[in-house]
């Protein structure tokens, strides 16, 4: 067995995690959880650290939680999942949603049950063409989450949606990007470099500006379109009292390449 389940590097402003742990099909682990919130929050609190690169070593990007910690031969009675969404896979989400840089996703492999769910709800998702994603809580009784059963209806609609869930069916990664489930699909042996290229891109973009952009893309869906403009309003009122907008002005009119710095 690996012995870290979660590596973490960062390069000129990336921060590249990787669930590390190939044998199991990066099946998700109580310290896996752990170490995931707590890069998390280590992303939030370093400026230095502008884009977020997530991907998984070996064949699978993520199996979802490791069944192996549910065997029921090994309990007492039936143990509280709510306890563990509550306390591990909320937690996640809400620190991928609340995070203002962008986190693009390289699905290299199999990505299911939890383990899809955390990928879609990365801000990029970047597939290899031989991966598929596979809503697997039906196959055990449980219910998409880590905010799937909000996403899949969010991103393709309440008919693919529950096909999905309810049969869980593999998604290949060509038509996940056909539906508009993810991104890109790309070739396998480009999937990292490509999302390499991209992260370097956002790590030297105007951090501030893009943060702002995915809030203002995550509340479309909980307001309508008065309140939203209103919302527009604000944000691009911060946007243009950052360095960084001026310096893209200024470049545009010199004809040159900005030198965005990512602060307020
Ligand atoms: O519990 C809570 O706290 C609530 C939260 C739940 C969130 C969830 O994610 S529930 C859903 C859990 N995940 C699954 O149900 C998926 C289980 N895995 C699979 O269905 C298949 O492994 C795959 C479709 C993902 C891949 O199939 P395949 O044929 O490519 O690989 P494999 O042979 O099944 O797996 C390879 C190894 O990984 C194997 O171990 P072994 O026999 O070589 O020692 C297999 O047991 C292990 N593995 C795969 N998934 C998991 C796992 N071990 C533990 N947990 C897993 N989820």
Redesign the pocket.
Known sequence: MSENPLLAVTEEGVRKITFNRP???N??NAVMGEQLSAELDHCAQNAEIRALLITGAG??FC????????DPAKMDGP?D?GK??EG??NPIVRRMRALEKPIICAVNG?A????ANLALGCDIVLAAESARF?Q??A??G?IP??GGSWLLPTLIGEARAKALALTAA?LDAPTAAAWGLIWKAVPDDQLIEEATRLAASFASGPTVGLGLTKRAIQAAASQPLDAHLDLERDLQREAGRTPDYAEGVAAFLAKRAPNFKGVR
């Open positions: 044998d199991k099909l099946s998700f064949r699978a199996a979802g939680q490791d069944l192996g910690d549910r143990p999942l563990t969404i591990t896979y199999v299911a049950g939890a383990g596979i697997a809580f196959k055990i449980l989450d880590s593999p």
